[in-house]
């Protein structure tokens, strides 16, 4: 099995920045897509940023140019760093992986457990 464990959420004023990280452990055989989502109260789920295995990027309008996403393929690690936040950043963040393993050798979508980021104002 794979899994993804998130770390860098905490509070942070409005103007800040944070760093989030994402690191997949297991059998894993390859990571294809890797991505970031986020919940806001209230609100549904929606994609934040996605980076393919090749680099290729794609970010929510409403943080492009504030927002960047990395990838260490050869630590299994994903990374958002979080610019210029806003109070409306303020949600639990996820981290998302298209995976294969060893053991299955099937395209697995596997979630990450959350990180809590809010924005004060």
């Known amino acids: 099995q794979v899994q993804l464990v998130e770390s860098g959420g905490g509070l942070v004023q409005a103007g800040g920045s944070l760093r989030l990280s994402c690191v997949a452990s297991?059998?894993?055989?390859?990571?294809?897509?890797m991505g970031w989502y986020r919940r806001a109260p209230g609100k549904q789920r929606e994609l934040v940023a996605a980076i393919t295995s090749g680099g290729s990027t794609n970010y929510a309008d409403n943080v492009r140019g504030r927002f960047s996403i990395f990838r260490n393929n050869d630590k299994n690690t994903v990374y958002l760093h979080m610019n210029s936040l806003k109070p409306e950043d303020t949600a639990v963040y996820y981290c998302?992986?298209?995976?294969?393993?060893?053991?299955?050798?099937?395209?697995?979508?596997?979630w990450g457990q959350g990180t809590l980021v809010t924005v004060s104002s």
């Open positions: 297991g059998n894993i055989f390859r990571i294809n897509d």
């Open positions: 998302n992986a298209g995976t294969v393993t060893r053991t299955t050798w099937e395209l697995l979508e596997v």
